[in-house]
């Protein structure tokens, strides 16, 4: 399977530049592990000491976010867009 | 002279360059404007005050530019209303009102935020400004940007009130219509922004943007003599003002123009979008996002950006929050108008109706001093108030159909 990852621009210098990587994985969670392998470093700018997603750290699968869906339990299939997007933005 | 050390962190204190930056590369926290409080103390004093012109620019020391301003002279300082047949109707003491639906130039509290991103965004050298809008931005943004010669792209959910599209479509903007919610819009900004080379006023430019917020608080100080209300009740849609007049508030202390901060915030939003009185009424700091189902357009933010440091204000402030349904809101703006003169829009329906409940049901006491903040202008949302207000009474040029027409109405109402 592949899933199509957006990586916002403060990640970005762990991606070599790149704004979209491809990975996989059956959740959002195991996701994560595969970008962090991929990526070294990565999964610790977006996951607190225990592992959780940060407060502001917002995460959509196919424009979704995923607090409406099951968190980072929330499965991904085949050709799924994900996109990671900080929190902190708008406002009226 | 800028008081203007550079960006800092709010979660994890990292230190960042005063540029068009808005989050921590290593948390995701959002960054903040940090001063240098000692040099703000030397100039900014009630006497240095007193002379200053009256816009939003007599803060100057505690507002985020480098050079001298170069929007918004006109801007701020808008009516401190005592309204004392409102207090009546609400049966409490001391009301007042702050009322930015009057605001130059486009009639809400936005006109503060844009006039301090603007400037910003000249000294950064952008030459185009644009945002993610719920109506009153978009309005603020288009105007103050025609005004300073900005290009200017203004993103809104496509579903907005007439008189929000218009007001945003007479400065000649690119509006683009989203099909989509205003989460989905702002989303959609916050990806625009990483890739286009534009001031997003509420993204990119937002540590400064936001920091305009606090001159409403500063005002109400003022206008009161220095002294600060027992209790204030503002609208919450991303949450930045109600934190940032909770920051003015400290900083007048820390300054010494005040002592101390007697006052509780309370947040008032439509039932249909309330994320934030949800997590204070639960009495927790996890904002849990909403699909937003309200006639309050203005506040329909079901993912409030700020939501957890407006939780976290509020708290700290011993306040509380309180949400109002399409009724009450309608109800609201009819009794604020029908007591006060004052047209607010939806949001201030909002705000009127929490005020009205707050006090019901003993929040706030009836023989303390109430601020109900108004932040924007009841012409640019009439629809839901159409088939709420009744019709003109129609007659033919004569006295008589006059004098006919008159008795049945006054027969009618006696009925």
């Known amino acids: 399977m592949r899933v199509n990852v957006r990586i916002p621009t403060p990640l970005q210098s762990l991606t070599q530049g790149q704004a979209e990587v491809a990975s996989h994985g059956a959740t959002v969670t195991e996701l994560l592990e595969n970008l962090n392998q991929q990526y070294p470093g990565i999964k610790e700018r977006l996951c607190d000491e225990r592992g959780k997603l940060r407060r502001f750290v917002n995460v959509f699968v196919n424009e979704e976010d995923i607090r409406f869906l099951q968190m980072d339990q929330t499965p991904l299939k085949d050709g799924d867009d994900v996109s990671i997007i900080p929190a902190i933005a708008g406002g009226q | ?415």
């Not at chain 2, 218009?166 to 922004?193: H, Q």
């Not at chain 2, 937003?292 to 700020?306: C, E, M, R, V």
């Not at chain 2, 009724?327 to 705000?351: N, R, S, Y």
């Open chain 2, 1 to 415: 002279m800028s008081y203007m050390i550079g960006l800092k962190c709010r979660e994890c204190g990292r230190l960042y360059p005063k540029e068009a930056l808005f989050v921590c590369e290593y948390c995701f926290g959002s960054l903040e404007v940090d001063y240098d409080y000692d040099a703000i103390r030397r100039s900014f004093t009630k006497m240095s005050l007193a002379a200053r012109p009256k816009n939003l620019w007599r803060y100057r020391e505690l507002l985020p530019i480098e050079g001298e301003p170069t929007v918004g002279f006109f801007s701020g300082c808008t009516p401190f209303i005592k309204a004392d047949r409102l207090a009546a109707a609400l049966d409490v003491k001391t009301l007042y009102i702050k009322d930015d639906s009057v605001c130059h130039p486009t009639l809400s509290f936005k006109d503060r935020v844009v006039s301090i991103a603007l400037s910003r965004a000249r000294e950064l050298h952008f030459d185009t400004v644009a945002c993610a809008s719920t109506g009153n931005l978009a309005n603020a943004v288009s105007a103050l940007a025609a005004w300073a010669g900005f290009d200017r792209y203004i993103f809104t959910p496509a579903d907005l009130e007439l008189g929000k599209v218009v007001a945003s479509l007479i400065y000649k903007p690119t509006l683009v219509a989203v099909e989509g919610n205003y989460d989905e819009v702002n989303r959609l900004c916050t990806e625009i922004a990483a890739k286009y080379h534009w001031a997003f006023v509420n993204i990119n430019i937002r540590p400064y943007y936001a920091e305009g917020s606090k001159t409403y608080g500063f005002e109400i100080a003022e206008q009161l003599d220095w002294q600060l209300p027992q209790h204030i009740v503002v609208p919450a849609a991303g949450g930045s003002l109600i934190t940032k007049i909770w920051k003015a508030f400290k900083e007048l202390q820390l300054l010494g123009f005040v002592r101390e901060i007697p006052t509780r915030l309370y947040a008032a939003q439509a039932t249909g979008c309330a994320p934030i009185v949800t997590a204070i009424k639960e009495r927790t700091d996890i904002i849990k996002p909403v699909k937003p189902k309200t006639i309050a357009k203005s506040l329909a933010i079901g993912n409030p950006a700020d939501g957890y440091y407006a939780v976290k204000a509020i708290e700290a402030s011993g306040g509380w929050a309180e949400v109002a349904t399409d009724e009450e809101i309608v109800a609201g703006m009819k009794l604020l108008a029908e007591t006060e003169g004052i047209f607010t829009e939806t949001a201030g329906g909002v705000t009127v109706a929490a005020a009205k409940k707050l006090i019901e049901e003993g929040r706030i006491p009836r023989d303390e001093s109430v601020v109900i903040s108004i932040t924007g202008n009841g012409l640019k949302t009439q629809e839901p108030l159409l088939q709420q207000l009744g019709t003109p009474l129609k007659i033919q040029p004569t006295l008589a159909s006059f004098e006919h027409t008159f008795r049945q109405h006054k027969e009618a109402k006696l009925a």
